[in-house]
């Protein structure tokens, strides 16, 4: 199954938005590489990464697909039978959903990735003097940082002229690390 996905790799890069039309002919094989269903721990990062591909290639008509994409995302990030490699490529791919979906529609989304993020960060703030962790860590703090940079650029309006109403604004209790 992992061939498959390196596949869609190159295809995705290669054709850019043009790649819309088909989305539909083999997203529910990505969400069920990202659920781990038919393959293993490379297969998820890879699909992750995928979404991340998907999410810069096609932009806002990630939308079409965006609850079963970000209930996989955080699903990986909470579940322990993830390894840490997919977790993190699983934060960058929330970082580059958020900026192609957009400040209104992303909003939906905000609350559940941020609990997930949290969760994560809590991790980041584990000590431990094993080489391999230190460096886990250090990959997952990163990412983390990078992703909510992401976040927040996706939630300002691209016109920067019309704010998110007052039911849309966060608070900076949804974005404490």
């Known amino acids: 199954m992992n061939g498959g996905l390196f596949i869609l790799h190159g295809l995705i890069a ?6 819309t039309p088909y989305v539909h ?3 529910d094989y990505i969400i069920c590489s ?8 490379m297969g ?19 939308m079409q697909w ?6 996989c995302l955080q699903h990986i990030l909470v579940d322990n039978s993830f390894d840490s ?10 970082g580059d959903v958020s900026l192609a979906a957009g400040p ?3 909003m939906k989304y905000l609350p559940g990735t941020m609990e997930c993020f949290t969760q994560a960060s809590q991790l980041s703030l584990t000590v431990s003097n094993v080489p391999d962790d230190i460096q886990l860590l250090t990959k997952l703090r990163v990412a983390l940082v990078e992703a909510y940079i992401s976040i927040l650029h996706a ?3 691209e016109d920067n002229t019309t704010p998110l109403t007052e039911d849309q604004e966060m608070t900076s209790e949804q974005f404490a690390l």
């Open 104 to 106: 209104i529609e992303f």
């Open 66 to 71: 965006m609850d079963p994409i970000t209930s």
């Open 25 to 27: 002919k083999f997203i």
């Open 14 to 19: 290669t054709v850019e938005d043009r790649i």
């Open 85 to 94: 490699e997919a977790k993190l490529v699983t934060i960058i791919a929330f």
């Open 155 to 157: 939630l300002v309006p």
């Open 34 to 41: 990202l659920k781990m269903e038919n393959c293993d721990s």
């Open 44 to 62: 998820t990062r890879v699909a992750a990464g995928l979404i991340s591909d998907l999410a810069n290639s096609i932009q806002f008509d990630i």
